[in-house]
């Protein structure tokens, strides 16, 4: 079992900057891939990012490329979610999410844990 638990959300001004922080509980952590969804009023959740149990891969939504960055530090049992030059549209709830298969990273249903998720808010 692992519990995961967010931070780091809160009201931004476009152009600002946010690091989320993902906690999480249970000796596994180190062998699960990682992802970050996020879900805004009245659309589906959608994926951000993910990384690999070790920290060797990272994968980024065409949306988010060059501006987030995720990363992990196992010793901590946490992963990150850096978040740059934010923009209105990256409003939304965001959740992590812990993946132990390794595979469909970019798929919600993959992932086999999920946080009660961090609100991000944008301001223009």
């Known amino acids: 079992q692992v519990q995961l638990v967010e931070s780091g959300g809160g009201l931004v001004q476009a152009g600002g900057s946010l690091r989320l922080s993902c906690a999480a509980s249970?000796?596994?952590?180190?062998?699960?891939?990682m992802g970050w969804f996020r879900q805004a009023p009245g659309k589906e959740r959608e994926f951000v990012a993910a990384?690999?149990?070790?920290?060797?891969?990272?994968y980024h939504a065409d949306s988010v490329k060059g501006r987030f960055t995720i990363s992990r530090d196992n010793a901590k049992n946490t992963v990150y979610l850096q978040m740059n030059s934010l923009k209105p549209e990256d409003t939304g709830v965001y959740y992590c999410a812990g993946n132990w298969k390794g595979l469909g990273y970019q798929t919600a249903a993959s992932y086999d844990y999920w946080g009660q998720g961090t609100q991000v808010t944008v301001s223009s």
């Open positions: 990384i690999t149990w070790s920290g060797t891969n990272t």
């Open positions: 249970g000796r596994t952590f180190s062998s699960y891939a």
